[in-house]
Every structure is written in structure tokens, then in C-alpha cells.
């Protein structure tokens, strides 16, 4: 059994070294291209439009993704080097995903529910990180070869 536990630990090891360079590459292509999508704005844009919020927005978005994105590489990290999940990091993606979706959201087209919905979100987000952070601790999800649990440390 415990070999078992040995090759599901490798295996498990290899696939995040293989979502590490994935997103990896990825981020390195999506930083290029929101470089260069950024000076074609701002030298092909008469400077009167530079704070336009159909000019800003898309901006706003595709450098929102790319933060998205580096979150997400941290949290792979962090679970690869200490075996654990770090509930605050993962806050903190869902905080930037749900913030990119607020900046984009078009609020003529936006039902009263989804409104609500994403206020909802937003104060449940908003308080558990500030719950985690006044608390002074780390929550991770530590894996153990029996069962998942929820551990804290400092």
C-alpha cells in the first residue's frame, strides 16, 4: 500500500510540475500580449480617448487575467513546495476574478438577481478574507496520506 501511496505521489508531483510550465508559458504569452495590445492602444488612440471607459475597459480586463493568472501560479507553487493548499491565496484569485468581472459587466444589460448575486459574493469574499487576515493565521489545506484536513499555522 504504501508504494501505492509512492507512485500516486509521483504522479501527482509530475502533473503539477506540468501545470507550473503550462501556466507558466501561458502567463509568458499573455504578459506579451497584453504589452502589446497596451502600446497599440495608447500610440494608435488619440490621447482624448486614453480615459474613455470603452478604451479603459478592455485594458482594465486583459491586465486583470494576467493577475488572475500569477495568483494561480502561486497557489500551484505554494501547494508544490509546502503540500498544502493556502486558502488565503485562493480568496484572494476569486477576489481579483470577481473584481475583473465587476469592471466588465455591462450594468444597463445586468438583471436586479445578478447584481445581487455579485454583491453577495462580493461581501462573503470581502469578509472571509478580512476574517483570515484579522485572525493573524494561515489556513491551508494540508494533505496527509489518510484523509484531507483542515490544519492552521502561523
Known sequence: MKDM???VRIIEKTIFIILIFFLAATLLI???DF?????????????SNWYEPE?????FSSFLVVLIGVELLETIKAYFKDDSIHVEII????????????????YTEASTGKLLGIAAIT??????YFLIKKAGITIRLKKN??????STGD
Open 5 to 7: 501511496l509512492k507512485i
Open 30 to 32: 499573455s504578459v506579451i
Open 35 to 47: 504589452g502589446l495590445y497596451f502600446f497599440r492602444l495608447i500610440f494608435q488612440s488619440p490621447m
Open 55 to 59: 478604451f479603459l475597459m478592455p485594458l
Open 91 to 106: 480568496i484572494l484569485v476569486a477576489i481579483i476574478a470577481l473584481a475583473r468581472k465587476i469592471i466588465i459587466l455591462d
Open 123 to 128: 461581501l462573503a469574499l470581502g469578509g472571509a
Open 145 to 150: 496520506d489518510k484523509d484531507n484536513q483542515q
